[in-house]
């Protein structure tokens, strides 16, 4: 299978990009539509626009100075010019390096078109080129930017910061190899990808968001990141809808931590690390071997079913979130979230409310001798009291 190498680092080149104006029409307009690093639309028909004109020279002409009286962020930096009826956009000094995403339109219907047709992607006559551009086959070994089917793989450190949206390859595994601290995006600007397996190893505080790709041979892994515990610190930024799941074996990983995050996982398996679950983070099934799990999911039934072997547990919820079944093994679930536990099975390690300032129900609560419970009563509601089995001691303190 065909491999890409990142490796970053190729000297800068402005880019430039041309649009000819093939027929003018005194009642269209001529429009400049632009979109930042996500693929998301940001200058709509409108904003920047050249008045019609019946020559096609002049269109041209209202085009470049619409474009250069624009004070959108995503306008400075990019000068245009025109020779006749051509219109060329290029990259200055201040952003030479970094790639813009520009398209045009003729809105009016009145016959007007850029190169032949009423919409288009422009001809880009000299591509951009920098150290931090995925879409610069000079960044990787190879000399090719990775296409359909291709293995990736991060190495060194020269942080990837354009070209992210590439959610519209089905690249083959997409691994981050160990060693590597390239940092990756940023909280605006994810790397967007659609690959058939992903496993990290990176160090390199990244942003990255699977979308809703269905990766069915091999769960989604990550053994290590960048950034120690704590909800502050660096790491991975991920996310993935997916009825599938992830496994995390050490670092720091935030699900759907950043504004306007939405993401449902069917598993998420923790064996070490830290791993925090944002607002908007669903995770149908939570199993947990080791590490430390911070969940302030406000998602309904999220996790839904929750089983501790080790480590520890924190449900930091503030709602009415109901979790369906809680079994633990060992480790320590602390429940500080509002809502219900509808069944509680305490068969070993601990379950804790202590510290928690919401009021908490468990409708049924099944408990062995060798399990420990530090429970609040002023905010904790048994329904159906507690079933306790084998020899077992009950001492009550006041804390």
């Keep these: 299978m065909a491999k890409r190498t990142w490796i970053g680092g190729d000297s800068k080149q402005a880019q430039t990009e041309s649009f000819e104006v093939t027929v003018g029409h005194a009642s269209d307009t001529y429009d400049f539509l632009v979109t930042n690093e996500s693929g998301t639309l940001v200058i709509d028909a409108g904003v920047i626009s050249g008045a019609g004109h019946a020559t096609e020279a002049t269109v041209a002409t209202n085009m470049a100075n619409a474009w250069n009286n624009s004070t959108h962020p995503l306008t400075l930096g990019i000068t245009a010019t025109t020779s006749d009826e051509t219109v060329t956009l290029t990259s200055n000094a201040d952003t030479v390096g970094i790639p813009f995403y520009v398209k045009a339109a003729v809105a009016g219907g009145n016959g007007g078109t850029i190169d032949g047709a009423t919409a288009s992607d422009g001809d880009v006559t000299q591509a951009n080129r920098g150290p931090h551009d995925w879409n610069d086959p000079n960044n990787w070994r190879e000399g090719q930017v990775p296409v359909a089917t291709v293995h990736v793989a991060i190495t060194g450190s020269i942080p990837i910061q354009y070209g992210l949206d590439q959610s519209g390859v089905a690249l083959g595994e997409f691994t981050t190899v160990p060693g590597s601290s390239v940092p990756i995006g940023n909280e605006t600007h994810w790397l967007r990808i659609d690959p058939d397996a992903f496993y990290w190893h990176g160090t390199g505080t990244s ?157 049924t609560f099944n408990a062995n001798a060798s399990a420990a419970m530090d429970l609040n009563m002023n905010l904790l509601t048994l329904t159906n009291g507690i079933a306790l089995t084998g020899r077992s001691r009950v001492t009550l303190d006041t804390v």
């Design 207 to 363: 942003y990255v968001d699977l979308g809703l790709t269905s990766i069915t041979d091999t769960t989604p892994t990550v053994f290590t990141t960048g950034g120690g515990p704590g909800v502050t610190s660096g790491g991975l930024y991920y996310k993935h809808s997916s009825t599938g799941g992830l496994v995390v074996y050490g670092g720091n990983v935030k699900l759907a931590i950043t504004g306007g995050d939405n993401m449902t996982l069917g598993e998420l398996v923790v064996r070490g690390g830290y791993v925090q679950l944002g607002s908007s983070a669903k995770v149908l099934c939570l199993t947990q071997f080791g590490g430390e799990i911070l969940s302030q999911s406000s998602m309904a039934d999220s996790p839904r079913d929750v089983f501790m072997y080790g480590g520890v547990c924190t449900l930091d919820l503030g709602g009415t979130e109901t979790v369906a079944s809680a079994t633990i093994e060992g480790g320590t679930l602390i429940a500080n979230n509002d809502g219900t536990i509808t069944t509680l099975h305490a068969k070993g390690g601990r379950f804790s409310n202590l510290d928690s300032h919401r009021e908490l129900t468990v409708t």
